[in-house]
């Protein structure tokens, strides 16, 4: 299978559609490659994206209600659950909001 050949990282944020919202200043830069892992790889259909996004929002309020987000270590009497009332659902994300968060 031959492969597309793609624009660069550095190439799609120096393209001028991005600039608006750009500020090369205040963007930091990894010392290191960032990987992708095989759940976001495999990734093709908006309802894979939808329960990606979900599986985040959920793990981000579960590790900042217990203060170790950044840690990625949440504690199991972090609150989650305690208000289902008060929290989304993943259905309650629109199709247009996904597909923003991905592109």
Request: hydrophobic share 35%.
């Amino acid at each position: 299978m031959k492969s597309i050949p793609r624009i660069s990282v550095v190439e799609a944020l120096d393209h001028p559609y991005v600039q608006d919202c750009r500020d090369p200043e205040g963007e930091p830069v990894a010392d290191h490659q960032v990987g992708i892992d095989a759940e976001e790889e495999s990734a093709t259909l908006l309802d894979d994206w939808r329960e990606l996004i979900w599986k985040e929002i959920q793990n981000f309020r579960l590790c900042s209600r217990s203060g170790n987000y950044l840690n990625e270590n949440p504690t199991r009497d972090s609150g989650v659950g305690k208000e289902p009332s008060q929290f989304l659902t993943k259905d309650d994300v629109d199709d247009d909001v996904v597909v923003r968060i991905v592109l």
